[in-house]
């Protein structure tokens, strides 16, 4: 999560530019609904993971803060 958020909640476009919050929510739930769906189940490790990020407002700051900074060149992944 911290080196490729986009690793993890693969909704996030492949074009490497940067998000707003509003997009992270919906790109969140998108992630959710297929983890449900995956697994058939709302209680698998992925959706409780996720749905943890969507109602933590200080997660998603940070994980759209680290998505912009990792793709505009701010941040280094590795760091």
Not at 35 to 41: F, P, S, V, Y
Not at 58 to 76: E, F, P
Request: net charge negative; with cysteine.
């Amino acid at each position: 999560m911290r080196r490729n958020p986009r690793g993890l909640i693969s909704s996030i476009p492949r074009d490497n530019k940067p998000i707003v919050m509003s997009e992270l929510d919906k790109y969140l739930q998108e992630i959710l609904e297929d983890k449900d769906e995956e697994h058939q189940t709302y209680n698998n490790w992925y959706s409780m993971f996720i749905y943890g990020i969507y109602c933590s407002e200080s997660a998603k700051h940070w994980l759209v803060n680290r998505h912009n900074g990792i793709v505009t060149g701010a941040i280094d992944r590795m760091s």
